[in-house]
């Protein structure tokens, strides 16, 4: 088992997160029970990557892809009833209203979500979402981040800012694969 980190910068938390991601991603991918080798090594690999700069996250782009293959679902939960456009960062937090932050939801989850950061909202309702909505909620952090000068600053120096992501719901850890679905219409294993 890896020791706890110490993260020193934005910048690493954000990738800590997204390694952790990646971990789960393959782990659920290959339908596995728990987390093994295999997957502490993908960890690893990206989040040394990702620092060091030999690596990168993957862009918007091809999450936008994925949202046109899978038609108009609820990204939250995978009804297919009333369905409405949210965005992702709340607009009300100062997130844009443009494509990468919008994605179809059901009116159920739309107006519980409300004007929640949407990881705050997860935490809320205590159940994960799909590993591709926190994937494209990742990148928006780190693309926020990265357009406002954020990326290397401390963490604690972002918890009084006025964000349209709450830091301390970013997820480092990640439930055992069964637990978890790579998309809203995926049937838990």
Request: charged share 30%; with cysteine; proline share 3%.
């Amino acid at each position: 088992m890896a020791k706890a980190l110490k993260y020193e910068t934005v910048k690493e938390f954000i990738f800590w997160s997204y390694a952790n991601l990646a971990m789960a991603h393959t782990a659920v991918e290959r339908n596995q029970e728990k987390y093994g080798t295999f997957n502490y090594i993908i960890r690893a690999k990206l989040y040394k990557g990702l620092k060091d700069e030999t690596m990168n996250m993957r862009t918007i782009f091809d999450d936008e892809k994925i949202k046109l293959q899978t038609g108009q679902i609820c990204n939250y939960c995978g009804s297919k009833e009333k369905l409405a456009l949210d965005h992702i960062f709340p607009q009300k937090m100062g997130g844009k209203d443009d494509a990468e932050n919008l994605v179809f939801a059901c009116r159920s989850c739309n107006s519980s979500k409300g004007k929640k950061c949407l990881m705050e909202w997860m935490n809320f309702n205590g159940e994960f979402l799909p590993l591709m909505i926190i994937r494209r909620y990742l990148k928006l952090v780190f693309q926020y981040c990265k357009e406002n000068g954020l990326l290397d600053k401390r963490i604690d120096e972002l918890k009084s800012l006025e964000l349209p992501f709450k830091v301390e719901f970013i997820p480092t850890k990640y439930p055992k694969p069964k637990e978890l679905k790579l998309h809203s219409n995926q049937k838990l294993i």
